[in-house]
T-cell receptor, first 112, second 112 residues
Protein backbone atom coordinates (compact mmCIF):
# COMPACT_ATOMS: atom_id res chain seq x y z
CA UNK A 1 0.00 0.00 0.00
CA UNK A 2 0.90 3.66 -0.04
CA UNK A 3 2.79 5.10 2.91
CA UNK A 4 4.83 8.12 4.00
CA UNK A 5 7.70 8.13 6.45
CA UNK A 6 9.10 11.28 8.05
CA UNK A 7 12.01 11.94 10.35
CA UNK A 8 10.94 11.92 13.95
CA UNK A 9 10.83 15.13 15.88
CA UNK A 10 10.92 17.30 17.64
CA UNK A 11 13.50 19.27 15.73
CA UNK A 12 14.89 22.27 17.59
CA UNK A 13 16.93 24.88 15.74
CA UNK A 14 18.25 28.34 16.37
CA UNK A 15 16.98 31.19 14.25
CA UNK A 16 18.72 31.45 10.83
CA UNK A 17 19.81 27.79 10.93
CA UNK A 18 19.40 25.49 7.91
CA UNK A 19 16.43 23.14 8.03
CA UNK A 20 15.99 19.71 6.49
CA UNK A 21 13.04 17.45 7.27
CA UNK A 22 13.33 14.09 5.56
CA UNK A 23 10.37 12.44 3.87
CA UNK A 24 10.30 9.17 1.94
CA UNK A 25 7.34 7.44 0.44
CA UNK A 26 6.13 4.11 -0.87
CA UNK A 27 3.63 4.16 -3.72
CA UNK A 28 2.93 2.54 -7.05
CA UNK A 29 3.32 4.70 -10.09
CA UNK A 30 3.87 8.42 -9.80
CA UNK A 31 2.04 9.94 -6.85
CA UNK A 32 1.72 13.66 -6.24
CA UNK A 33 3.63 14.86 -3.19
CA UNK A 34 2.84 17.59 -0.68
CA UNK A 35 4.04 19.33 2.43
CA UNK A 36 1.40 20.65 4.79
CA UNK A 37 2.06 22.83 7.83
CA UNK A 38 0.07 23.20 11.03
CA UNK A 39 0.81 26.29 13.09
CA UNK A 40 -0.14 26.24 16.78
CA UNK A 41 -3.89 26.39 17.25
CA UNK A 42 -4.64 26.32 13.52
CA UNK A 43 -5.70 23.80 10.88
CA UNK A 44 -3.44 22.25 8.25
CA UNK A 45 -2.36 24.47 5.36
CA UNK A 46 -0.76 23.46 2.09
CA UNK A 47 2.86 24.63 2.05
CA UNK A 48 4.04 23.29 -1.30
CA UNK A 49 3.49 20.50 -3.80
CA UNK A 50 5.08 18.63 -6.70
CA UNK A 51 3.14 16.50 -9.14
CA UNK A 52 5.84 14.78 -11.18
CA UNK A 53 9.41 13.55 -10.87
CA UNK A 54 12.11 16.24 -10.64
CA UNK A 55 9.55 18.97 -9.96
CA UNK A 56 10.55 21.41 -7.22
CA UNK A 57 7.84 22.87 -5.04
CA UNK A 58 8.59 26.12 -3.23
CA UNK A 59 6.81 28.59 -0.98
CA UNK A 60 7.78 31.03 1.80
CA UNK A 61 11.45 30.09 1.44
CA UNK A 62 10.76 26.37 1.76
CA UNK A 63 11.67 23.97 -1.05
CA UNK A 64 11.26 20.28 -1.78
CA UNK A 65 12.24 18.28 -4.88
CA UNK A 66 10.39 15.18 -6.05
CA UNK A 67 13.08 12.48 -6.33
CA UNK A 68 11.68 9.37 -7.97
CA UNK A 69 14.97 7.47 -7.80
CA UNK A 70 15.18 7.79 -4.02
CA UNK A 71 11.40 8.03 -3.44
CA UNK A 72 11.99 11.17 -1.39
CA UNK A 73 10.57 14.66 -0.97
CA UNK A 74 12.75 16.31 1.66
CA UNK A 75 11.76 19.74 2.93
CA UNK A 76 14.49 22.40 3.18
CA UNK A 77 14.80 26.03 4.18
CA UNK A 78 18.01 28.00 4.19
CA UNK A 79 17.31 30.23 7.19
CA UNK A 80 14.49 29.44 9.59
CA UNK A 81 12.62 32.00 11.65
CA UNK A 82 10.84 31.72 14.98
CA UNK A 83 7.56 32.04 13.06
CA UNK A 84 8.33 28.76 11.25
CA UNK A 85 7.72 26.84 14.47
CA UNK A 86 4.96 24.38 13.59
CA UNK A 87 4.24 20.75 12.76
CA UNK A 88 5.12 19.74 9.20
CA UNK A 89 3.35 16.86 7.43
CA UNK A 90 4.53 15.13 4.27
CA UNK A 91 1.71 13.61 2.21
CA UNK A 92 0.98 11.89 -1.08
CA UNK A 93 -1.96 11.18 -3.27
CA UNK A 94 -1.74 8.24 -5.66
CA UNK A 95 -2.18 8.55 -9.40
CA UNK A 96 -5.84 8.77 -10.35
CA UNK A 97 -6.81 8.84 -6.71
CA UNK A 98 -7.73 11.41 -4.13
CA UNK A 99 -7.23 9.52 -0.90
CA UNK A 100 -4.37 11.44 0.67
CA UNK A 101 -1.85 9.58 2.81
CA UNK A 102 -0.10 11.68 5.47
CA UNK A 103 3.08 11.07 7.38
CA UNK A 104 3.10 11.32 11.18
CA UNK A 105 4.32 14.91 11.23
CA UNK A 106 7.55 16.53 12.44
CA UNK A 107 7.41 19.23 15.09
CA UNK A 108 9.84 22.10 14.51
CA UNK A 109 10.75 24.56 17.23
CA UNK A 110 12.89 27.56 16.30
CA UNK A 111 14.51 29.42 19.17
CA UNK A 112 15.45 33.12 18.99
CA UNK B 1 -14.87 34.05 1.47
CA UNK B 2 -15.31 31.81 4.47
CA UNK B 3 -13.10 28.78 4.95
CA UNK B 4 -14.12 25.26 5.86
CA UNK B 5 -16.13 25.18 9.05
CA UNK B 6 -16.83 22.27 11.34
CA UNK B 7 -19.23 21.86 14.21
CA UNK B 8 -19.17 21.24 17.01
CA UNK B 9 -15.56 22.14 17.75
CA UNK B 10 -15.59 19.94 20.85
CA UNK B 11 -17.84 17.02 21.64
CA UNK B 12 -17.84 14.92 24.77
CA UNK B 13 -20.11 11.90 24.69
CA UNK B 14 -20.67 8.77 26.68
CA UNK B 15 -19.75 5.39 25.32
CA UNK B 16 -22.61 3.88 23.36
CA UNK B 17 -24.11 7.19 22.21
CA UNK B 18 -24.32 8.23 18.57
CA UNK B 19 -22.61 11.42 17.39
CA UNK B 20 -22.94 13.49 14.23
CA UNK B 21 -20.13 15.76 13.10
CA UNK B 22 -20.81 18.44 10.55
CA UNK B 23 -18.61 19.92 7.84
CA UNK B 24 -19.45 22.98 5.77
CA UNK B 25 -16.98 23.21 2.86
CA UNK B 26 -15.83 26.23 0.93
CA UNK B 27 -18.58 27.28 -1.44
CA UNK B 28 -18.17 25.73 -4.86
CA UNK B 29 -15.67 23.08 -3.84
CA UNK B 30 -16.47 19.80 -5.54
CA UNK B 31 -14.55 17.44 -3.29
CA UNK B 32 -14.94 16.92 0.44
CA UNK B 33 -12.76 14.71 2.61
CA UNK B 34 -12.97 13.34 6.13
CA UNK B 35 -9.90 12.44 8.19
CA UNK B 36 -9.25 11.23 11.71
CA UNK B 37 -6.13 12.41 13.52
CA UNK B 38 -4.83 10.83 16.69
CA UNK B 39 -2.60 12.86 18.96
CA UNK B 40 0.92 13.04 17.59
CA UNK B 41 -0.05 11.45 14.29
CA UNK B 42 -0.88 12.64 10.81
CA UNK B 43 -4.44 12.73 9.48
CA UNK B 44 -5.78 9.31 8.51
CA UNK B 45 -8.07 9.24 5.49
CA UNK B 46 -11.64 8.09 6.15
CA UNK B 47 -13.73 8.90 3.08
CA UNK B 48 -14.30 11.46 0.37
CA UNK B 49 -17.05 12.81 -1.88
CA UNK B 50 -17.19 14.40 -5.27
CA UNK B 51 -20.40 16.40 -5.28
CA UNK B 52 -22.90 14.16 -3.46
CA UNK B 53 -21.32 10.88 -4.54
CA UNK B 54 -19.17 9.02 -2.03
CA UNK B 55 -16.16 8.04 -4.11
CA UNK B 56 -14.07 6.14 -1.60
CA UNK B 57 -14.98 4.94 1.86
CA UNK B 58 -12.14 2.49 2.26
CA UNK B 59 -10.77 4.36 5.27
CA UNK B 60 -13.89 4.05 7.42
CA UNK B 61 -12.75 1.73 10.22
CA UNK B 62 -15.98 -0.25 10.59
CA UNK B 63 -19.70 -0.11 9.92
CA UNK B 64 -20.36 2.15 12.91
CA UNK B 65 -18.93 4.99 10.80
CA UNK B 66 -20.89 6.51 7.93
CA UNK B 67 -20.90 9.75 6.02
CA UNK B 68 -23.22 11.56 3.70
CA UNK B 69 -23.31 14.68 1.57
CA UNK B 70 -26.85 14.64 0.22
CA UNK B 71 -26.88 17.93 -1.66
CA UNK B 72 -23.23 18.08 -2.59
CA UNK B 73 -22.39 20.72 -0.01
CA UNK B 74 -22.60 20.12 3.75
CA UNK B 75 -21.47 16.71 4.94
CA UNK B 76 -22.16 14.77 8.11
CA UNK B 77 -19.95 12.07 9.59
CA UNK B 78 -21.93 9.84 11.94
CA UNK B 79 -20.47 7.47 14.49
CA UNK B 80 -22.93 5.04 16.04
CA UNK B 81 -22.49 3.36 19.41
CA UNK B 82 -19.31 5.29 20.16
CA UNK B 83 -16.39 3.59 21.85
CA UNK B 84 -13.46 5.10 23.73
CA UNK B 85 -11.12 4.23 20.86
CA UNK B 86 -13.13 6.63 18.66
CA UNK B 87 -11.74 9.59 20.63
CA UNK B 88 -9.69 11.71 18.22
CA UNK B 89 -9.67 14.92 16.20
CA UNK B 90 -11.93 14.59 13.17
CA UNK B 91 -10.91 16.85 10.31
CA UNK B 92 -12.74 17.84 7.17
CA UNK B 93 -11.19 19.30 4.05
CA UNK B 94 -12.55 20.52 0.75
CA UNK B 95 -10.96 20.99 -2.62
CA UNK B 96 -11.76 22.41 -6.01
CA UNK B 97 -8.98 20.68 -7.92
CA UNK B 98 -8.38 17.53 -5.90
CA UNK B 99 -4.82 18.65 -5.15
CA UNK B 100 -4.89 21.55 -2.76
CA UNK B 101 -7.07 20.68 0.19
CA UNK B 102 -8.34 23.33 2.58
CA UNK B 103 -8.76 22.01 6.08
CA UNK B 104 -11.28 22.99 8.70
CA UNK B 105 -10.39 23.49 12.37
CA UNK B 106 -11.52 20.00 13.32
CA UNK B 107 -13.88 18.52 15.88
CA UNK B 108 -12.26 17.12 19.03
CA UNK B 109 -14.32 14.06 20.03
CA UNK B 110 -13.91 12.58 23.48
CA UNK B 111 -15.76 9.41 24.39
CA UNK B 112 -15.98 8.78 28.12
Amino acid sequence: GNSVTQMEGPVTLSEEAFLTINCTYTATGYPSLFWYVQYPGEGLQLLLKATKADDKGSNKGFEATYRKETTSFHLEKGSVQVSDSAVYFCALTPPYGQNFVFGPGTRLSVLP
Amino acid sequence: GAGVSQSPRYKVTKRGQDVALRCDPISGHVSLYWYRQALGQGPEFLTYFNYEAQQDKSGLPNDRFSAERPEGSISTLTIQRTEQRDSAMYRCASSHTGYEQYFGPGTRLTVT
